[in-house]
């Protein structure tokens, strides 16, 4: 007997098509139906098997169904939350796979108060420089990790139902408050993604960009390669947890500030301290070590 | 007969000792002497098969010589050039690796006056997230480019030679003047390497960076990838080439602050907009696709 009955996936991007692709090859699932708000990309699903049907609306959508996976930009969750509430029955476990989750919950206790058992906020920690149900594949969620963000009210059997199906995919689970996540990530993610957007808009702008981006290289490649990620996903990120990432922006900006001033100066040795001290960091986070605060 | 009788390499780092490796593959050089700073990395690199002797001084390098390549951090040039000065004989070319080139080239007009027609600045635009003799390789620069800076007084030979030892090794060689040099890489290069090692150092500096640094991925992975980087090598670079920098970390700054404002005021189509030019630009230049100066 699958893990999971029937599956609704709300959302047929890269995330919502490679958790019903991993359900699928895990034997993990039985029925998935797929819900959006275009008909296009819920076709493309169904012809690469990501999906088995489109449901015909949420009530279609949500009869029977074991597991819904809310799987859209973070801007749209309160429009489906208050579509989906009216038909979402007593036992069918709601999770999402939102970047931020403060923003996430609220929309949840607005319109999904009375199942707040059933709800189980989580954000798989995924992606690719691609987006959409063509970029989707199974292994996508191998030795990644999922963060849940557990209610006070999410009954037990709930989150474990949702840890083991993220771990069906392959990721690891992780539990964290909805807090900490939106200040971790926006430490270590939503920051970086804005600053690589940041730049490469810098460049574009420029009267000589064709003669700059000829000779970017493999540094700019990197550096540069979350400034590919997808615009409206990212500004409701930006959006959603806009607190969080000022105060990061913040302190990075002190950071630049304190770099300029050694620049200005040619205070060589200050700078290298700076670079030597980031790279021991970094290489030691690379290295799968724990990373110690530097003096 | 080889491209290159005698060469020697000064500093057998990552870049020097791969054009050590390439040219020998190419079956485009005689014998390779080393010399550098310390003993140690040289050692390495002849038990390695790099180089085949270690020079016991300048003029023991130079007695024959017919190319020299400086690959050693930018600070290091003016020390060397004035050592290597009075034992260069007419003919030898001088050639380096240098990231800047408007302060190689005041290196070189302090110490090579005498010798300008045989001097050929150069920068390989080609680095590797390991540094040292241990990373290097044959292939380096395979489809990597090589800017050359000539001289007003480098003879047309010198400057043929030089360029057709980088394409021994696999790499296209373009020519711009050491000013454009030096402003195109502030922007593309120096400025991604000073913000990388930033957001490292700052994040490294918490308290709470074990915690951080758990739940970075992969694209915090790859922004940060050149924050691995030579300190020593870049602090010379940002010295350097700091007027340049400054301009561009100004210009960046500016760019923040733009879009700390839109954050501040929860403004999701200005983000958006700025999030989809950068995507467009980014994505282009990475299917090798011109980037037009974006509207």
Not at 198 to 204: N, S
Request: with cysteine; charged share 20%.
């Amino acid at each position: 007997m699958a893990l999971i009955g029937k599956l609704v996936v709300c959302g047929v991007g890269l995330i919502g098509a490679s958790f019903a692709l991993a359900l699928r090859r895990a034997g993990a699932v039985g029925p998935v139906v797929g819900i959006g708000r275009s008909r296009e990309p819920l076709e493309r699903a169904r012809s690469l098997g990501v999906i088995d049907a489109i449901a015909d609306g949420w009530a279609d959508a949500l009869d029977g169904a074991e597991l819904v996976l809310i799987a859209a930009p973070v801007g749209q969750m309160d429009a489906i939350m208050a579509a989906m509430a009216p038909h979402l029955q007593a036992g069918t476990i709601v999770t999402d796979a939102g970047s931020t989750k403060r923003d996430v919950i609220d929309a949840v206790r607005r319109h999904l108060g009375h199942r707040l058992a059933d709800v189980v906020p989580a954000h798989p920690i995924a992606g690719a420089e691609k987006s959409g149900v063509e970029a989707a594949f199974a292994g996508l969620y191998i030795d990644r990790k999922v963060v849940l963000t557990p209610l006070a009210e999410s009954r037990p059997e709930a989150v474990a139902k949702v840890r083991a199906a993220w771990e069906a995919c392959g990721a690891g689970v992780v539990e964290m408050s909805p807090h900490d996540h939106d200040r971790v990530f926006a430490a270590v993610s939503h920051l970086p993604h804005l600053l690589a957007f940041g730049l490469v808009d810098d460049l574009a702008r420029r009267p000589n960009a064709p003669l700059l981006f000829s000779h970017a290289a493999s540094g700019f490649r990197d550096f540069t390669r979350i400034a590919g990620s997808h615009p409206e996903m990212w500004r409701d990120i930006c959006v959603a947890n806009r607190g969080a990432l000022l105060d990061e922006l913040d302190t990075y900006l002190a950071e630049l500030a304190q770099l300029r001033g050694l620049l200005a100066a040619g205070d060589g040795p200050g700078l290298e301290a700076v670079f030597e001290r980031a790279r021991r960091a970094r290489n030691a986070w690379a290295d799968g070590l724990p990373v110690q605060t530097a003096e």
